[in-house]
C-alpha cells in the first residue's frame, strides 16, 4: 500500500467494518457502450466447437424475473426423434441475456433431479449483456435417453424498481456422433481432444454409466440441499441395483451468504473482541465431506469460485472469473464401498459442511455401472480407515490488526473388491488434501490480505486378481490465490461512501493422468482496481484484469491471453504454441 493510502488512513475512520471485505456488489455506472455485448468465461474450446451436430433440440427457454420464494423452471424433455439414440456425444448449450441493474444470482440446470450444470449469471449493464456456456454432458446418456423426465432450473431472482434485471435464458441440446462424422483435415480427432475447464476423474465416466440416481432434495425450491450450518447435515435413502459393479458420485456444490467469502472469514475471537456486527466469521477453513450411513467416505476443499458482484465487480467484465459460468464438480469413486451397498438395504448418503456457515448448495449424483451378465454381485471393502483431519490453527492480533493461519490435511485410502461376470477387482481410491490458509489486518483492519493453498491428489487404480493394474485415473491439482482490499473513505462531498482499492490474483492448475496420457491446465487471472462504494453500489471505479489460460497433452497445446479493462477487451490472443507450467 502506498505511503499516501497509509496517511489517509491516519486520518480518517472508515465506515465500513473492516471484516465486511471482501463483498458482492452491484454496478450502478452508467453504460459506455450502445448495444449489448457479450460476456464470457476463458475456456477452452470442446471438440465439438468444430462440429455440425446431427441434431440440435431447444430444451428450455424461459425468463427469470422476480423468482425469489418460487418453485423452479420445469419441462417435460424428450430425447430428438429425428436423431434417435445414433449419438455418441452431447454438448448442453446454455445461452442467457439480462440488461439492466441486477446481482450476480446462481441457478442449477436438473434432468430428473439429477444436475447437469452448476452456473452463475454475470451482473448487467444497462445496455445489455449475453453469454453463453457450453458443456459436454455425456456422461449423463442414461437419463438424456430417457422420456420420462423433467428438465428443472433455478435461478432465484429478484427484480423490483431498484434490481429490474430479468434473466432470459435458452438451453440448447446438440447431439453430435463422433464415430460417423467426417472431419476436416486441419481439425483433431474429437476422441483424443480432451479440453475441459475441469478435468477432475472424467476418465471415470468412460463409458457413461448405466443409470444415474440423483442424491438430491425434493425439488420444489430446486433439488439442492441448502446447508446452512455445521450442523446441517443432509442426505438422502437410496437402494442400488445388486449387480452394481462399479458407483462414482459426482458432487455439486458452491458456497453463499455469510460463507460467499468462506476463505476470507475471521475467526470469531476477533469478531468478539472488536465487537463487530459481521455474522462473516468461524475462521477460514471449511471442508465440504460425504457419508455412507454416517461413515467419512471422502471430502474437498473447494475451489474458490468468485461471482461476479464479487470483490470488485469491475474485474469481471467482459471476462469472468474462473469457473464462474461453470462450476465444478467433485468426484469421488464409492466402487470400494460397494460391499456396504449392494445387500437389498436402503443407505443413506449425506452431505456436509465442516465449519460451514449459512449457506452452502449442494446435490450429488450417484453413477452407476450394472453387470448384464449377472443378477448380482460380490463385492467386500478391504481397507477402509476414517481419515483424521490434521488441523493447526495461529492467531495473533491485537484489536483490529494481526493475522491469522489454518492448515488443514487429510489423506484418505479405501480399497475393495467387487467380484462380477467381468472378473474380481480391486478398487483403490486415494484422496488427500492440503489447505493453508492466511488472513492478515493492518492499518486498523483496514487493509486485509488473504493468501490461500489448496493442493489436492486423487487416484482410482483398479487391480486384477493377480494384483497387476488394469487402470489408473489421477489428477493433482493447486489452486493458489491471494486478495488484497484496502478500504479508504470517500471523498467528501459523496457522504456515506468509501474506496476499494483491490487486487486478485487466482490460479487453476491442474494435472491430469489416464494411463499413460498426462495432461496440464494451467488457468491464471489477475485483477486490480479501484471503486467508489455506496451500501452495496459501485458509484465509479476502475479495473483491469489480466488471464491466461494454457492446456498441454501428448497431442496437442492451446492457449489463450486476454486483458480487458474498464470493461473493454483490450487484447485476445489465441495460439497452439505450448508455454510450460507445473
Ligand atoms: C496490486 O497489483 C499491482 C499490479 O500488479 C501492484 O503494483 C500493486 O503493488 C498491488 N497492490 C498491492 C497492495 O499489493
Ligand atoms: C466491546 O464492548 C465492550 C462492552 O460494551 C467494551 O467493554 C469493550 O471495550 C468493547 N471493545 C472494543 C474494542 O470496542
Ligand atoms: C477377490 O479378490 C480379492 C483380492 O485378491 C480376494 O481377497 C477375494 O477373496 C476375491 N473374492 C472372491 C469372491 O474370489
Known amino acids: 500500500m502506498s505511503i499516501f493510502l497509509s496517511l489517509l488512513l491516519l486520518f ?54 422476480n423468482t425469489i420464494n418460487s418453485p423452479p423452471f420445469s419441462i417435460r424433455y424428450s430425447p430428438p426423434s429425428d436423431c434417435a439414440s445414433s449419438w455418441s456425444h452431447v454438448v448442453l448449450e446454455f445461452r442467457a441475456e439480462c440488461r439492466g441493474e441486477q446481482y450476480d444470482r446462481i441457478a442449477g440446470l436438473w434432468l430428473g433431479g439429477a444436475e447437469l450444470l452448476r452456473t452463475s449469471t454475470a451482473e448487467p449493464t444497462k445496455c445489455g449483456i449475453f453469454w453463453k456456456v457450453r458443456k459436454d454432458i455425456t456422461r449423463y446418456s442414461s437419463l438424456l435417453l430417457r422420456y420420462d423426465l423433467h428438465l ?27 464415430n460417423t462424422v467426417k472431419l476436416p483435415s486441419m481439425i483433431p480427432d474429437p476422441k483424443l481432444y480432451r479440453v475441459n475447464t475441469w478435468q477432475g476423474l472424467e476418465g471415470l465416466y468412460e463409458p457413461p454409466a448405466d443409470f444415474i440416481i440423483p442424491i438430491s432434495d425434493r425439488g420444489d425450491k430446486g433439488f439442492w440441499f441448502r446447508i446452512d450450518g455445521e450442523s446441517d447435515f443432509h442426505s438422502k435413502s437410496i437402494r442400488i441395483p445388486q449387480n452394481t459393479y462399479r458407483a462414482v458420485l459426482e458432487l455439486y ?32 477453513y471449511r471442508e465440504i465431506y460425504v457419508t455412507i450411513d454416517g461413515k467419512f467416505i471422502g471430502s474437498e476443499a473447494p475451489f474458490p469460485v468468485f461471482f461476479t458482484g464479487g470483490v470488485n465487480p469491475l474485474f469481471w467484465e467482459p471476462v469472468v472469473s474462473i469457473g464462474a459460468f461453470n462450476l465444478p464438480s467433485h468426484d469421488f469413486d464409492l466402487t470400494p464401498c460397494l460391499g456396504m451397498l449392494v445387500n437389498k438395504k436402503a443407505h443413506r448418503i449425506g452431505f456436509g459442511v465442516s465449519e460451514g456457515i449459512s449457506y452452502w448448495l449442494v ?97 482410482v487404480k483398479v487391480l486384477n486378481d493377480l494384483g497387476a493394474v488394469i487402470s489408473r485415473v ?103 504454441a505450448c508455454f510450460s507450467s507445473v
Open 152 to 178: 428443472t432450473m433455478m435461478l432465484e431472482n429478484i427484480v423490483n424498481r431498484v434490481y429490474t434485471g430479468v434473466y432470459h435464458v435458452t438451453v440448447n441440446f446438440l447431439y453430435y456422433n463422433y
Open 12 to 65: 480518517f475512520t472508515v465506515p465500513v467494518s473492516p471484516s465486511h471485505t471482501p463483498d458482492r456488489y452491484t454496478k450502478s455506472l452508467p453504460s459506455f457502450h450502445h448495444k449489448p455485448r457479450e460476456y464470457f468465461e476463458l475456456a477452452p474450446p470442446l471438440p465439438s466447437d468444430f462440429l455440425v451436430p446431427s441434431c440440435s433440440h431447444q430444451v428450455l427457454r424461459h425468463s427469470f424475473a
Open 363 to 459: 446435490n450429488a449424483n450417484l453413477h452407476i455401472w450394472v453387470d448384464h451378465k449377472s443378477r448380482e454381485v460380490q463385492a467386500k471393502p478391504v481397507v477402509y480407515n476414517t481419515p483424521k483431519l490434521k488441523i493447526k490453527r495461529k492467531e495473533d492480533f491485537k484489536l483490529l490488526d494481526g493475522s491469522f493461519k489454518v492448515q488443514a490435511e487429510r489423506k484418505a485410502v479405501f480399497v475393495g473388491w467387487v467380484k462380477s461376470s467381468l472378473g474380481n477387482f480391486t478398487t483403490v481410491f486415494s484422496q488427500n488434501y492440503k489447505l493453508k490458509n492466511s488472513l492478515s489486518f493492518q492499518n486498523n483492519g483496514a487493509y486485509k490480505l488473504v493468501k490461500q493453498t489448496i493442493k489436492a491428489t486423487r487416484e
Open 474 to 576: 489421477g489428477v493433482r491439482r493447486r489452486y493458489p490465490f491471494v486478495v488484497i482490499t484496502s478500504t479508504l473513505p470517500g471523498p467528501k462531498k459523496k457522504k456515506n461512501t468509501y474506496l476499494l482499492v483491490t487486487n486478485v490474483s487466482h490460479v487453476l492448475n491442474e494435472k491430469y493422468m489416464k494411463g499413460k496420457f498426462v495432461s496440464v491446465v494451467y488457468n491464471v487471472q489477475d485483477s486490480e482496481g479501484w471503486m467508489l462504494v455506496k451500501d452495496h453500489s459501485v458509484l465509479s471505479g476502475a479495473a483491469t484484469t489480466r488471464q491466461s489460460f494454457s492446456y498441454r497433452d501428448d497431442f496437442r497445446c492451446y492457449s489463450r491471453t486476454v486483458k480487458a479493462s474498464d470493461g473493454k477487451l483490450i487484447s485476445d490472443n489465441t495460439s497452439p
Open 253 to 284: 456444490v458452491s458456497f453463499h451468504g455469510n460463507d460467499e467469502f468462506w476463505y476470507s472469514n475471521p475467526p470469531n475471537s476477533y469478531i468478539k473482541t472488536n465487537n463487530l456486527t459481521t455474522e462473516r466469521g468461524n475462521g477460514a
